[in-house]
């Protein structure tokens, strides 16, 4: 007689959902990002905790109860944001923390705009709870948020991020996995081309953003979005786009590298065609 083998079946870690809108939201990367998404957070409900080193230590910059300071994150987070695109290594901590201290059924959404979310994941322990966003500074304010999820992620842990998204009133489109996702890489492409444009001296930067506005139509002009979402933001975009592709188009222009070290390059530039026109 023929002895049953026993199977033991591995014990599957599963993403939780908030349990309500009161649920903890913890917060840590860049500003103004950690500030946008804190704000939108407690908007709806939740409660916020976070930590952003740029903010000053002094002066909380929020007024309302909901949101707190706190540098490390507390075991009872239902929900994680990490919101850094520029320092990379800080982000690696940042995760590898979060991955350490909170429990291994709570998400963590990481911004994926200079690095990918699979790599990310492959920093930490638990791969299966990061998923990807795409987030710059501003943009928290647009109804749609792009999602990456890793080649880690479970459909169920990409289930739960979305429920959250959608408890912040936002609308999701699923994205591949890419450095710059969708909109972030097409915006500061045209940043780009635009400072290649000012170096050249084709035209100065109220007539480029003119140009865009109403020729193209655009809800904005390339340096009224530089100037939103930052240079050093633009620039890391750019950066992480033509070290992973090595395209030529990605290349950032020697302006744009030069000004988001002192981040004022058309304050000063050249006059509009108006003003030229005029002497």
């Known amino acids: 007689m023929k002895s049953k083998k026993l199977t033991v079946k591995k014990k599957q870690t599963r993403i939780t959902k908030p349990a309500d809108a009161s649920a903890v939201v913890y917060i840590v990367g860049e500003a103004p990002m950690v500030e946008e998404y804190a704000l939108l957070c407690s908007g709806r409900g939740y409660r916020v905790l976070f930590h952003c080193p740029q903010m000053n230590s002094g002066k909380m910059p929020f007024e309302?109860?909901?949101?707190?300071?706190?540098?490390?994150?507390?075991?009872?987070?239902?929900?994680?944001?990490?919101?850094?695109n520029v320092d990379l290594e800080q982000k690696r901590r940042n995760l590898e923390l979060l991955d350490k201290v909170l429990p291994a059924t709570t998400a963590i959404v990481s911004s994926s705009v200079t690095v990918s979310a699979t790599e990310q994941a492959s920093w930490i322990k638990h791969t299966y709870r990061l998923v990807g966003c795409g987030a710059l500074p501003t943009l928290s304010g647009a109804?749609?948020?792009?999602?990456?999820?890793?080649?880690?992620?479970?459909?169920?842990?990409?289930?739960?991020?979305?429920?959250?998204?959608?408890?912040?009133?936002?609308?999701?489109?699923?994205?591949?996995?890419?450095?710059?996702?969708?909109?972030p890489r097409i915006l500061c492409q045209m940043v780009n081309e635009a400072a290649f444009a000012l170096q050249e001296e084709i035209a100065s930067p109220q007539d480029l953003d003119t140009a865009m506005t109403i020729g193209a139509r655009f809800p904005a002009g390339p340096i009224a979005?530089?100037?939103?979402?930052?240079?050093?933001?633009?620039?890391?975009?750019?950066?992480?786009?033509?070290?992973?592709?090595?395209?030529?188009?990605?290349?950032?222009?020697?302006?744009?590298?030069?000004?988001?070290?002192?981040?004022?390059w058309w304050k000063h530039s050249q006059p509009s065609s108006e003003e030229r026109h005029s002497r």
């Open 64 to 84: 309302s109860k909901a949101i707190q300071r706190q540098s490390r994150p507390p075991v009872n987070t239902s929900f994680a944001l990490e919101l850094t």
């Open 143 to 183: 109804p749609l948020i792009e999602i990456a999820p890793t080649v880690f992620s479970p459909a169920e842990t990409v289930r739960i991020v979305q429920t959250f998204f959608r408890s912040v009133g936002k609308e999701i489109e699923l994205v591949q996995d890419r450095i710059g996702l969708v909109f």
């Open 225 to 264: 979005w530089a100037e939103k979402v930052g240079l050093r933001q633009v620039q890391a975009v750019l950066q992480a786009l033509w070290k992973d592709l090595g395209d030529e188009r990605m290349r950032g222009a020697p302006l744009l590298r030069q000004m988001a070290l002192s981040s004022s």
